[in-house]
Structure formats: C-alpha cells, structure tokens
C-alpha cells in the first residue's frame, strides 16, 4: 500500500452514512485496485473518503456516496454496500472529484488523494528548463549534494571545507558519499544515547524518568527502559535484523570507547550488566516483552488491549484508535473483561484489537510478579474481571493470522510486508522529512520490499539503498 | 547602534537566502538577490530579480535543529560543541535552555518525543542568540591572537578600525569564513556586501567598528538560509 495513506486510509471504512457499520470497505477498495499503492502493504484509511473525523466525507467520499445506490434509504446493509462499491468507483475513475486536474483513477493508481487537492501526482520536470546552478545539479542524484546531506543526516554535523576539498578530489563520486555513510553509522550521532536511532525509539518505548530504574532512575523504580533502547538500536545497526525488535529472545549492551562513546551494541553475554527483565527466553516477544513494556503497557489490566495497540502503532505503523489496520475477526469481540466492547460503536475495531491482545494476557505487568509469564495470571488476579474472563484464550489474531501466543505473533507480524513497510517509512521521514511523495512511491516501495528480500532485513542496507534514491540525492 | 547596521543585515539575510547565483552575461555586476550594494548611503529598497540559476524543483529544505546548528557553527568558528553558546556562561543553548524551540527533544521527562513539526516564534530568536555567543567568541578570539587566527588575522586594523576596508586582507577573511561555513567561495558580490556592511558600521561612529563588523559578518553568513537548512 502506499503506506503513507494508512494512517489515512482505513476510512474507507465509513463510506456509508452509519459511520461504523462498514469496516469491510477498505478490503472490498483493495479488491478493486489491487495494484493501487496504498494497497500494496495495507489497507487504506479514513482520509482516503472523509474530512477530518467520520462521517464528515471529503469530495471523493461524497462523490463516491452519491454513485453507491442511490435510491435506497440509508444505511446500506454492507451487502448492499459491497455490492454497489465496485461499480460506484468505476464510475468515477474518468471524474476529478477534487479538481486538482487529475482524475480520480490517476491518483488512485500514482497514490494520492482523490479527495484531496493538495495530493496530487507530482513528476519533478526539468525537460525544458534553462540555466544551470553553480551548487548542483537539480534534475538529478547530485553527488556533492549527497555528500553533504548523509553529512548532516548520518554525523550530525556538515563535512568541512577540507572534507569537502578531498571530496571534490575523489575519483568515485558516489562511493565517496557511500564510505561518508558507512562512517556516519557508526558515529555518536547516530547510534550513541540520545542519537537519532534513540529518538527514533521514544515514541516506541514512551519513556518516563520518575518510574525509571537502574542508571538515571526515577523516584519509583520500577523497570529500566535502557534495555528497550540498547535493543532497538541494536536491531538497526551493523549486520543486526530488524526484526529483532519483535523476536529477540536476549539483550543487548553498548560498547565503548575509550573516550566513553557508543561504538557498536552486542548482545549481552554473562558478565554484562542490563536492567532487570524476568521473561524467560522461550517467552520473550523482543521490545513487546521488556520489563518496561509490560509495566507501562499491560499495567493492572486483564485484556492488555494497550500492549497490543502500542505494538500495532510502534512495529506495524498502524494506529487502531484511527482504524488503521483493521482485520475484523468473526465473532470478535466476545468481551471476556465486560467491558462492553460489543456495542457498534465499539466492535469496529475491538474485533481487531481483542484477538491481537489476548496473547498478551499471561504477561504480568504491575500485577502479580511484575515483568514475567506467568500461564495462571488472569485465574490469580483477575477472577473478578468477568464472568468469562477465565475462559480467554491465549491463542489470537494478527494482521488476520491466527497465532498461538505472543511469541508467535511476533513472527507473523515481523515477517509481515506492514512491518517492512512501517520500517522504512521511519527512515523516510526521518531522513526526507516526509511521507513519500506520489512521485516518490516506486522508490519507498522497492526499498521495504528489498528490505524484504536482498537486503535481508538489516538496514543499514537498506540506507544505502535509500540515499541513492531520486527522493534523497536530487536536491 | 545598529539601527543601520540591521537593516544592512536584513539585506544581507536575503542575500545570502539566494547563494548560488552567480552573475551572468548582461547581470547588473552590483546586483546580487535584488539588492543593491553600489550605494553607501541606501540600506533599504529591496527589489525582486527572477533568479539567473536553475532552482530545484523539489525546493525541499529542512531546518537543521539544534545539535546540527550546535555542531556546524563550532566547526565553521573551530570551537568546541560546549562553547559555541551557553546562557549565563553555563546553561548550553542548544541542549538545554533552547533545546525544544530549536527543534530538540526532550522524551524522558516532559514527554515530548518527536521535534515540534514546525520551528516556533522564538527559533529565530534562538538561532540567533547562538550565532552571536559563537562569532564573538571567534572574533575574540581571532582579534587578540592575529598569528594564529581563524578567520579573522591579518586585517589591516588601525584604532579599532579597519585601515582600507578594500584591503586583499578583508577579502580573505570573508573568503575564510564562507569556506568554513558555508564550504564554498564567496562571490565578488557577496564580499563587496561585507565591505558595505563594514562603512555602514563605520558611519555609525562605533569605537571597536572593525571588531563589531567582523562579529556581525558573521552572526550574517551563519544566519542565512544556507547556513541554517538543508
């Protein structure tokens, strides 16, 4: 999918008027244009139709609502809905419902917006142009502007003119940015604490110092976020899978150097010191079953819905509160804790997020032994929480796929295009500062796939592959 | 003081913003980025040129927020990271009293995980802050050890101010000071801007004219466009 329009784009769900009735139309938008980008990793969201929050419709949506049965009263029933949609969006390929010069297809198929103006596909044109630039060359991959930009991206700091001098010396322009790039991953910069790959874990691990323990803890200790960091970080650098984040099964320390600098992270061996973490190794889920984790995420709850949804944002780029990522499971949610999550209103994402949590519900977060696995946990400590509670399984949901427990979970989802897709983009605006682009889209999509594939799902393969992108070399 | 010297400065900003065009076949040579420089007594009247460059068509700049900032404006000055500029001579600008409004982040305590999406009301003022702390601390520097100057030795200084501000001597400073940070060569245009800023301070009667210019060439070249985004 375009993964940029995910977030956007699971409103396709609330093309009907009963905004929540209809979490089928994302798949049945996808059945129709398979090879449309923003179903090529996913499923599209609610911008993708509506304005803002459902189930306001942008010009596409109403457009698109006008052609779907028109005659029956409202709402449809999704059979009617299903039926009549292939047809509505047929209808209104050759139409230009934003009036941004494109039509509806054309953006479907380049993956922009239909509904929106100021998404449009935008071809960098420099046929015809005159005049030249004494800094770079414009119209394509410019090696000096690469140099100076993985500079700053990768080391933190532009190169200096002596840099710069030697660099205009070197017989092999593109290497030369290569082996800057190969330097700059190993820098401070980059890999030390409070570097780019640590920023780019907050919001994955969502840190608090006052409930911090081990070194800079808080005034209530309770687990050390270090670890969570040192792994992620770890899973991003050297000859590291990515995946490690989701299956990892040990810890990870930072080495140093004499000047105290982070110059790499290994996995932690008998005599190296991490923070407390009481998951036994044939139980460990990597970042999803740290101490740190499951104190801040499964907390005092029974169903650790939130676990499941910081995982789904954190590792798949989906966010389940804005109905990203939806995979409605049949006769999902049973609502083993009471809470009530069969109403509509509720069902339409609770029969996603329900089964992806229940393969959480062993693990102890602030009840019980904190940090552990433990199988009699919700008969010990949450007798009280339902009538059924005692009847949840273990066995779940993930991205649709039926997994027998948290352990397995992370093998789909790590093995998942989502979760290729959802690591690159974090590069991508990371380093281009923003989602890709409808003229950038082959380019991101090569890159998780390659990620997938050649590059073995180690990234700093993959930077390398990026920065030799249109989007990151043309200035 | 500097009432003219800012506007000469404002000027210069907008300059610098257009860097890379260089004067072409039938280019008014005193014209660089619509502004003048061939008249001592104008410090306003920006007028608006089409530029003579091929421009990027992606146009896509990005800030570079506080520890590139950090480590660029110690680099082109040769400072160390921790002296580039500190409040009260000890709280670091970048990593803490500016950290936020530069575009930093602060995820253990307040909360704040990503960078704010845009640069705030008081960035400029940050930035600016920074630069200043910095180019006195080079100019300083530089002034009072000439042999082993950075960028600013061998001027030819007369009582505080510069002798013939035509000097080869001037031209190589600023020639230094955008090779360090800008990493390229001035154009003629831009030196000549540099000289004006020079007399425009020195009609303004200052003492110390050649030591307040040097700091303000600088605090200019670190504060465009070019120096701060990429």
């Known amino acids: ?475 | 003081m500097f009432r003219k010297t800012y506007a000469v400065l404002a000027l210069s900003s907008f300059l610098y913003a257009c860097p890379s065009a260089e004067p072409t076949p039938g280019d008014n040579p005193t014209r660089d980025g619509g502004t003048s420089v061939d008249d001592p007594n104008r410090d306003g009247g920006v007028t608006t040129t089409t530029p003579s460059f091929l421009a990027s068509e992606k146009g896509s700049v990005r800030f570079k927020r506080n520890r590139r900032i950090q480590a660029d404006f110690a680099t082109a000055l040769d400072l160390n990271d921790a002296a580039v500029c500190n409040e009260l001579g000890q709280y670091s600008c970048a990593d803490f009293i500016h950290r936020i409004t530069l575009g930093g982040v602060e995820a253990y305590v307040q909360g704040l995980n990503e960078p704010l999406p845009f640069t705030s009301v008081t960035t400029p003022l940050a930035v600016e802050r920074m630069a200043l702390f910095a180019c006195r601390e080079r100019v300083t520097t530089d002034l009072a050890d000439s042999d082993n100057a950075r960028i600013w030795g061998g001027l030819p200084l007369a009582n505080g101010a510069l002798a013939d501000v035509e000097a080869e001597e001037v031209a190589a400073a600023v020639q230094r000071l955008y090779q360090r940070a800008l990493l390229r060569n001035p154009t003629p245009d831009e030196v000549a801007h540099h000289r004006q800023l020079y007399r425009d301070i020195e009609a303004d009667g200052q003492p110390n004219a050649a030591r307040d210019w040097a700091i303000l060439s600088c605090h200019a070249v670190l504060t465009s466009m070019e120096s701060l985004f990429y």
């Not at chain 1, 509806?104 to 630039?133: A, F, H, Q």
């Not at chain 1, 409808?438 to 990620?451: D, G, H, K, P, V």
């Open chain 1, 1 to 475: 999918m375009r993964w940029s329009l995910l977030p956007a784009a699971t409103a396709v769900v609330l093309l009907a008027s009963d905004a929540w009735a209809l979490p089928v139309a994302p798949g049945a938008f996808c059945d129709a244009y398979p090879e449309a980008p923003t179903c090529l990793a996913g499923l599209p969201a609610c911008t993708y139709c509506h304005a803002g929050t459902p189930p306001t419709r942008n010009r596409f949506g109403m457009a698109l609502e006008a052609k779907i049965l028109p005659a029956m009263s409202r709402p449809l029933s999704a059979e009617d809905f299903l039926g009549a949609l292939p047809t509505a969006l047929m209808e209104l390929e050759g139409e230009d419902a934003d009036g941004d010069g494109y039509t509806n297809l054309d953006e479907i198929l380049s993956g922009t917006l239909p509904g929106d103006d100021l998404s449009r596909p935008d071809e960098i044109e420099c046929v015809g142009k005159t005049g030249t630039n004494n800094q770079y060359d414009v119209c394509n991959w410019d090696a000096r502007y690469a140099f100076k930009k993985v500079s700053l991206d990768f080391c933190g700091r532009s190169p200096t003119w002596e840099q710069m001098q030697a660099f205009e010396a070197a017989a092999d322009p593109r290497a030369a940015v290569h082996a800057r790039l190969t330097e700059c991953l190993d820098s401070p910069f980059w890999i030390g604490q409070d570097g780019q790959l640590w920023e780019l874990a907050h919001k994955k691990i969502r840190p608090i110092q006052a409930i911090k323990s081990g070194d800079d803890g808080g005034v209530i200790p309770l687990a050390d976020y270090y670890d969570d960091y040192r792994l992620f970080v770890y899973a991003q650098t050297d000859d590291h899978d990515a995946r490690s984040v989701l299956t990892a099964d040990f810890f990870t320390v930072a080495r140093t150097n004499a000047n105290g600098q982070t110059t790499h992270y290994d996995v932690a061996t008998g005599g190296d010191r991490t923070g407390r973490q009481d998951v036994s190794t044939d139980r460990r889920a990597g970042m999803m079953t740290t101490r740190w984790n499951l104190v801040l995420n499964v907390m005092f709850t029974a169903l650790p819905r939130t676990a499941a949804a910081q995982a789904y944002r954190s590792f798949l780029g989906m966010d389940i509160a804005r109905l990203q990522g939806l995979n409605p499971i049949a006769n999902e949610p049973v609502d083993y804790d009471d809470k009530g999550v069969q109403a509509d209103a509720c069902k339409v994402c609770h029969s996603t997020l329900d089964p992806a949590s229940y393969p959480f519900k062993n693990y102890q977060g602030l009840t019980g032994s904190v940090g552990t696995y433990d199988p009699n946990r919700i008969e010990d400590d949450f007798r009280n929480e339902g009538a059924n509670i005692t009847a949840m399984p273990e066995q779940g949901y993930v991205l649709g796929q039926p997994v027998s427990d948290l352990t397995e979970w992370a093998q789909v989802a790590a093995n998942s295009e989502a979760f290729a897709a959802a690591s690159v983009m974090e590069y991508w605006r990371l380093l281009l500062g923003h989602e890709p682009l409808a003229s950038e889209q082959e380019e991101f999509n090569a890159l998780w796939t390659t990620l997938m594939g050649r590059n073995n799902y180690r990234i700093e393969r993959m930077l390398h592959d990026l920065i030799d992108t249109e989007a990151y070399g043309v200035p």
